[in-house]
């Protein structure tokens, strides 16, 4: 999923509790690779608690505080984004296993790709100088554009590297100072609702090492094929397509029951590729809707010709972002939009992203993007709000899942409302 800027973090901490790993009710036959025991127990920490204490007295309230005492269990409702980097480093292995220790049925991985050909898990190919020490290393020489001194504005790719050399970069928070005037300061600038305490360890991964990570903790998978400069893909893949067929043959190799695979894309092509070539991964392959009405020129929504369309060439789950999906009544209320009304009534499953990417302390109109639908603050004035759109989401738009930057939150709703 792409960067955007939720809420103020929290330690985990809770004693675990032993659960079953369960599947999306949608769909009988749908069932993840069994981990051993010890990854089993799910450990929510405070923050669901604090989140639900916070909240204005409702009905909603008060059914989330019958649920505190659990038994909490692992859900597909509730989605890992990048692993947990609400506080760890994204897409990386102790990101990961933060994820699904809060109880995500799924872990996402973005695939991009490395100079030398191997798939790796980063949310873009040219992202290294932000999420990685990279220009306080030796490295920095590599990249496409060097960091080299305040004001400067460095790109890193992992297509500058060979797989070694990415291996041997350590993952950091998203974030950067670009008026640094060193390179360990340019590495800093994370948000104050984050925190750089697990900034000391941050492991990269390749998809082959991700797939196998996921499997050993029992959570399906769902990589998303990242765009990339059009002639390296040429030079490393020999063209998109390729690059699309050889993001589902690492499941293949590894093999990885499709129906735990749901290949993603803000790509069209990608997505039709693989319900064409590959329908067996094509089946639940998520076209990536890229809607923004705050950027200028504006991206549209997709028209209803245009859902029409997809849905006669195989496509069934579109995942909008949160506020494409939401609005506010003239009670104040959040209720679903027109649109998301539109794609329910096409026929599409929605999953959507991504919650606790913003920092909602302060209102929804002082949380930039994933709240643009309560541009004044009507209905949610803190972070605790964050609930009440969760639960139009989950309950009137009925999504099938939510990618969370901080797994828990959702991992708590979604065992409280009886969603596997």
């Given at each position: 999923?792409r960067?955007?800027?939720l809420?103020?973090?929290?330690l ?5 509790l ?9 769909d009988p ?5 069994r981990?051993?025991?010890?990854h089993d127990?799910?450990?929510?920490g405070d ?13 909603l309230k008060s059914?989330l ?6 038994p909490?269990?692992r859900?597909?409702?509730s ?11 994204e897409?990386?292995k102790e990101?990961?296993?933060a ?12 695939v991009t790709f490395?100079?030398?050909?191997e798939?790796?898990?980063?949310h ?5 100088h932000?999420?990685?020490n990279?220009v306080a290393?030796?490295?920095n ?9 305040a ?7 992992t297509?500058?590297?060979t ?6 970069l350590?993952g950091k ?6 008026n ?10 994370t ?6 305490l ?6 990269l991964?390749?998809l ?6 996921a ?10 094929l990242k765009?990339?400069d059009p002639?390296?893909i040429m030079?490393?893949?020999?063209g998109q397509?390729?690059y699309a067929q ?7 190799e590894?093999?990885?029951?499709p129906?735990d695979v ?17 329908p ?8 990536l809707?890229?809607i ?5 020129p504006p991206?549209p929504r997709i028209?209803?010709?245009?859902l029409?369309?997809?849905k ?6 579109i995942?909008?972002?949160i506020?494409?999906l939401l609005?506010?009544?003239?009670s104040?209320?959040i209720?679903?939009s027109?649109?998301?009304r539109?794609?329910k ?29 309560d541009?004044?603050?009507r209905a949610?004035?803190k ?11 989950a309950?009137q738009v009925?999504?099938?899942g939510i990618?969370s930057?901080?797994p828990?939150t959702?991992?708590y ?8």
């Open positions: 999923m960067f955007r800027s809420t103020l973090g929290f985990l901490a809770a004693a675990p032993a659960v079953p790993v369960a599947g999306w009710a949608h036959d749908d069932r993840g690779d981990g051993d025991s010890h127990t799910i450990q929510l923050r669901p608690f604090f989140l639900v204490e916070g909240m204005d007295e409702s009905r059914k505080q019958r649920c505190e005492n659990g909490f269990r859900s597909s409702f989605i890992s984004h990048r692993g947990a980097p609400l506080q760890f480093p897409h990386t990101g990961y296993e994820g699904a220790r809060q109880g995500a049925g799924i872990v996402e991985c973005d490395t100079k030398d050909g798939l790796v898990c980063r873009a190919e040219c992202d290294l932000t999420t990685t990279i290393t030796e490295l020489n590599k990249c496409s554009v060097p960091w080299n001194g004001g400067s504005s460095p790109k890193c790719c297509s500058d590297l797989l070694q050399e990415f291996k041997s350590q928070m998203d974030a950067s100072n670009p640094a005037t060193t390179a360990e300061g340019f590495l800093g600038g948000a104050d609702f984050r925190t750089d697990y900034n000391s360890r941050g492991t991964l390749t082959r090492e991700h797939i196998a990570l499997k050993r903790l029992g959570v399906k998978h769902t990589p998303e765009e990339g002639q390296r030079t490393v893949f020999g397509e390729n050889r993001m589902i043959d690492a499941y293949k590894a093999n990885v029951d129906r749901y290949a993603q894309s803000f790509n069209k092509n990608d997505v039709l590729y693989w319900i064409k070539h590959e067996r991964f094509g089946r639940q392959a998520v076209y809707d890229d923004d009405p705050t950027v200028s991206i028209s209803l010709d245009e029409r369309e997809l006669r060439a195989g496509v069934r789950i995942a909008p972002p506020p494409a609005d506010v009544d003239a104040g209320r209720v679903p027109q649109y998301a539109d794609i009534n096409t026929g599409f499953d929605i999953i959507t992203w991504s919650f606790e990417r913003a920092d909602l302390r302060n209102g929804g109109a002082n949380a930039g993007f994933y709240y643009y639908f541009p004044n603050s949610l004035k972070d605790s709000d964050m609930y009440k759109a969760l639960d139009t989401l309950q009925k999504i099938r990618f930057d901080w828990a959702v991992t709703y979604a065992n409280c409302m009886g969603l596997e």
